[in-house]
DNA sequence: CCAAAAGTGTTAGAGTTACACCCATGG
DNA sequence: CCATGGGTGTAACTCTAACACTTTTGG
């Protein structure tokens, strides 16, 4: 065999969005373990190689699980990354070793999307510390995990672009229609009124009314709506367009 | 190390879609070396593995290069293709033991699309035969390269949604509105009135009407325009809102 | 009462759809 | 002259954007 083909370890990683209570996008960072290192530079992208017989979607489910501890998340593969300098920092190269006691010679990486809401009890059976750090505050990050993220970001947008439901995932169960117009001026370039928006949102059908209301706001009390996956499959109405 | 995290090889794999004369779309499909089978099972995409300092993205245009002489094509990496069992029948392990000389556990590939006009001229330094093959006739394919081809095919509507000016990539340097029509029908779920497609079209500024118009045809003969990048690029306006 | 946000209504304008009509060409 | 598609015009309709107005709540 040509000795300038190479066979490479594959791993995966997953950037998991939350959207806080302050409208801020959030990622889940998870703490390595790592000596001799300051606690800024623990951090990282939760991942995994892949394990001999596993597909990278069944890979990236059982990273989330270990991660959270949640069975079923929506996940979406979105890019593969392979820059043979990906992973050569003297500190990437240490920590390889030690956390998988090999020599690693190149690693690529298939990256994934994941949604989660925030207040959804995280309960990690692999790493100690799993934090959600907003997204304009990451640190920097070993291997290219701060291009993943960054990458991430423009997918996520794709993402609820082409099906606008999978945006309540980031939304607890009831939201009201500002939560949402909120979420969504976060995620999308596309600046609506929020009357308009009101107005729109309100008419689908998919978009269920609660009795409840908001309390004590300091200003007329809004409704609490849900959100009707099974209406919605058979409609499927964009946003916009 | 944990014996059951695996080091695989990784190759790349392209679907390259051109546009013929008769509006259909077709994928280049490679003639690959291969003893004691018959000509039909001798089809494959286009692909390689990795080399040891090459990112996937310069692999894909190498291969593309390979292929085709020509040295920049435009492409887009899709999906990572990694079921553990796609590169297990027979032949499929046959075939990469006489290709590469070396026998082969696991391969996972990178697909990429791209897009060539079927009228270029295929200049390949690497396969014997390449052939333009119409996207409904394609044969059965080695590893999972039909399953590859289907998913490509969501994948270059969805590119075309998004960035309507790569359509251009698969039409002559001068065209009809016509020939731009049943390209973009045959790319895309929406039906659009031909009368109002062109008037559309020609309102926009970065398609240019040219002096030429078609000849010996039975009824009046259609202009042939050009597409402007420069002037696209300054207004990016989408086809559809 | 005031401030702030909820929620509804109205209107102008932009974009889309459907289709009528005339033009040019080969047979 | 006819069939076929090129190319333009127009009118109805739908969707969107801007914004005025009323409602509700806490302070």
Redesign the pocket.
């Known amino acids: 065999m040509s000795p300038s083909f190479i066979h490479t370890y594959v791993s995966v990683d997953c950037v998991v969005f939350g959207f806080d209570h302050e409208n801020r996008l959030n990622i889940l960072l998870a703490q390595r373990h790592f000596e001799n290192v300051p606690i800024e530079r623990q951090k990282k992208l939760p991942g995994s190689l892949i394990l001999s017989e596993e597909d990278v979607d069944d890979a990236a489910q059982r990273v989330l699980h270990e991660l959270t501890g949640i069975k079923k998340m929506v996940l979406k593969q979105f890019k593969c990354f392979a820059d043979p300098m990906r992973a050569s920092s003297n500190d990437d190269i240490r920590w390889m070793g030690e956390e998988y006691k090999h020599n690693i010679d190149r690693i690529i990486t298939v990256a994934y999307l994941s949604l989660c809401k925030i207040d959804h009890k995280i309960n990690s059976t692999k790493y100690d510390t799993v934090d959600w750090c907003p997204i304009d505050k990451v640190p920097l990050l070993p291997f290219d995990h701060n291009k993943i993220i960054s990458e991430s970001l423009i997918e996520i947008r794709k993402w609820i672009e082409s099906d606008f439901s999978i945006i309540f995932e980031l939304l607890p169960k009831r939201f009201?229609?500002?939560q949402l117009y909120q979420l969504y001026s976060a995620l999308s370039e596309k600046r609506?009124?929020?009357?308009?928006f009101?107005?729109?949102i309100?008419s689908f059908n998919y978009i269920i009314p609660l009795d409840e209301?908001e309390?004590?706001?300091?200003?007329?009390?809004?409704?609490y709506y849900k959100f009707d996956a099974k209406v919605y499959k058979k409609n499927n109405t964009k946003l916009?367009?």
Chains 1, 2 share one sequence.
Do not use: E, F, W, Y
């Open positions: 009201t229609i500002r609506i009124d929020i009357k308009n009101h107005k729109k309100s209301i309390t004590n706001v300091a200003h007329r009390a809004a409704r916009i367009k």
